[in-house]
């Protein structure tokens, strides 16, 4: 084949078919989508999911952002006992989510940016109650201009083979003593119009004292949110929670949940089927639940009125943005 046969036969249609493709990228305006998706996977992104609740009488919004599950897994010689641990779920984060203590970062750098009127942390940002978790937690919760609230996971004060037991509530549940100041895992805040209830539910039970916080709720009148680590499985109308939570977690020998509260899933004793009825009051006080724990996003009515919103867990840098109007 001669130079000019070649640039006939092959160098000529390359580039018309070069052309072509650049005029179809530009009519359907491909190169912009393209550039969309890079920017959406970028290393910076947040996703939040946004709630907006009516509160009666709000003179001015009120904003709140919600963060759970950051499961932070870092570990020094002060720890020694757990640092194999640590260390091998450190790299399973740093191999499904590109490291959780890098994305809680990224997230409390774009919630320093938003400045709400609240944040609240709900559970699980340590992976095991380590110091240089605890301390990382601290360093970036001091970024905050916000004022913030903070309550337990289960994961919290997990320590290698102490989990739920009497030594890791006794050595280190007390090693948060800087960032959750109220010990008795139910703490109301009220506000002008609307008060919060926060609860350590680490045990996937709240403990007694919410059912005398509940009467002071009610005595006061004014509309609730509430803010808890592990969601409740919602009593109002037909849900498909269990089967998500089913499908990550797996159920228990009867296909019932193991990550929520409620018959049908962890049988709620006292104080948390207390807490369940009070949620579930139709035209009742309770505006809004927020949870953590099952590591996804979800939605559910749990009254006529009122919505349960689980969070994107920190560690895929998923936040929940509630503004109170
Ligand atoms: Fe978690």
């Excluded at 005595?219 to 089913?246: F, M, Q």
């Amino acid at each position: 084949m001669t130079g000019k046969d070649k640039l006939k036969t092959v160098i000529l249609p390359v580039i018309a078919l070069l052309i072509m493709i650049c005029v179809l990228l530009v009519h359907f305006d491909i190169p912009k989508r393209a550039i969309n998706k890079i920017k959406a996977l970028s290393n910076k992104e947040v996703t939040v999911y946004e709630e907006k609740i009516d509160i009666e009488g709000l003179e001015e919004p009120f904003t709140i952002v919600f963060i759970a599950d950051a499961h932070i897994c870092l570990c020094d010689n002060r720890d020694a006992d757990v640092k194999d641990i640590c260390d091998s779920r450190y790299k399973e984060f740093e191999r499904d989510s590109k490291g959780s203590e890098k994305n809680f970062s990224i997230v409390m750098d774009y919630v320093k940016k938003e400045n709400p009127d609240l944040v609240i942390f709900g559970g699980d940002m340590a992976d095991e109650a380590t110091y240089a978790s605890i301390e990382y937690i601290e360093k970036e919760i001091g970024k905050l201009k916000s004022p913030y609230l903070f309550i337990m996971g289960n994961h919290d004060f997990a320590y290698g083979s102490e989990y739920f037991s009497d030594k890791a509530y006794e050595e280190y549940f007390t090693r948060y003593d800087s960032l959750n100041e109220v010990k008795e895992g139910c703490q109301i805040k009220e506000y002008d119009q609307f008060a919060i209830l926060l609860l350590d539910d680490y045990n996937n039970q709240v403990c007694d004292e919410t059912v005398d916080a509940i009467q002071t709720l009610k005595e006061k009148g004014k509309e609730v949110i509430i803010a808890e680590h592990v969601p409740i499985l919602p009593l109002y109308e037909e849900t498909d929670i269990v089967e998500r939570t089913n499908e990550i977690w797996g159920g228990d020998e009867y296909g019932q949940s193991r990550v929520l509260m409620g018959d049908g899933a962890v049988y709620p004793k006292g104080a948390t089927n207390h807490l369940i009825a009070f949620a579930s009051e139709d035209d009742g006080l309770v505006k809004l639940l927020l949870a953590g724990h099952i590591h996804f996003y979800h939605r559910d009515k749990i009254n006529n009125n009122a919505v349960q919103v689980t969070a994107k867990p920190a560690f895929e840098r998923g936040i929940v943005k509630v503004t109170l109007y």
